[in-house]
C-alpha cells in the first residue's frame, strides 16, 4: 500500500533540499516555474503576492518580495489525497527557561505565518483544494522534549505505529546531545589551543566512526 504522505524534499536518509514558494506550488499544481522574469505566469503570481501583504495590512517594502519568494522551510511533507501540505520545521532551541518551547516554536510560526496564509488564499483563489499548515520538532539543545506533543506530531505524519515513534524520539534527543556535546568540545579546544589543532580536531572528530551511532552526516556544501 502507498503511504498517504510523501517527503519530496528528502532526497535520501542523509541529503535533503530546500524548497523555496514556486517549487512548493508547483508541486501543488498552483504554478509553472519559468526562468526568472519571464512569464506570465510568475508575474501574475508577484502581483498576487503583493496584493496579499496589502490585503492584510502586512509591511511589504521594495526587495521584501524576493526574499518571501526565495524563505524555505527545512522540509515539507505532502498528503496528495487529502491535498494537505505541510511546512516542517526542526530547532534546537536553549533550553534554561520554562517557556524555551512555546517562545521558539511562536517565533517558528510567525516566520511562515504569511507564507502559508498566502497559500490557502491563492488555493481558494484557483480552486485547488489544497491546504498549507505548519508542524515544528523542537529540541532543547540539553535534551529537553515535549514528548506527548512531538509524538502526537509524528503520528499526523504517518508515523502510526507505537515503537517506531518511540525510536525516532529517542534518535533525535541522543544526535542533539551528542552535537551539544561536540560544538563544547570544540569550544574548549578553541580557548585553550592554537587554531591549527582546533581544525585538525574537528577533521578527527566529524570522520569519527563513532558518529555512525548517531547516523550523523556532515558536509560542506560552500558559501551560499
Known sequence: M??????????????????????ILEYMGLH??????EGQNRTKLQKYIEEHHLAYNIDFEEGDLETFICRR?????????KKSCVFLEYTRAMDTNEDWAPKKEQEKDDRYNTHLGFINQFSRREESGWKAT????????RGSLHTNQF????ETLGVKNKNTREAIRNR??????????MILKFFSIALNSRIEWTIQSLHTEITNKSMEK????LQATGPP
Open 134 to 141: 505548519q508542524i515544528n520538532y523542537t529540541t532543547g539543545v
Open 32 to 37: 509553472v516555474i519559468l526562468p526568472l522574469g
Open 214 to 217: 548517531y547516523n550523523l552526516y
Open 73 to 81: 522551510p527545512d522540509g515539507l511533507a505532502f498528503d496528495k489525497e
Open 2 to 23: 502507498e503511504p498517504r504522505w510523501h517527503f519530496p524534499s528528502a532526497l535520501s536518509l542523509e541529503a535533503h533540499v530546500e524548497w523555496g514558494l514556486y517549487t
Open 151 to 154: 509524538l502526537i506530531r509524528l
Open 172 to 181: 533525535t534527543v541522543h544526535k542533539t546531545l551528542y552535537m551539544s556535546n
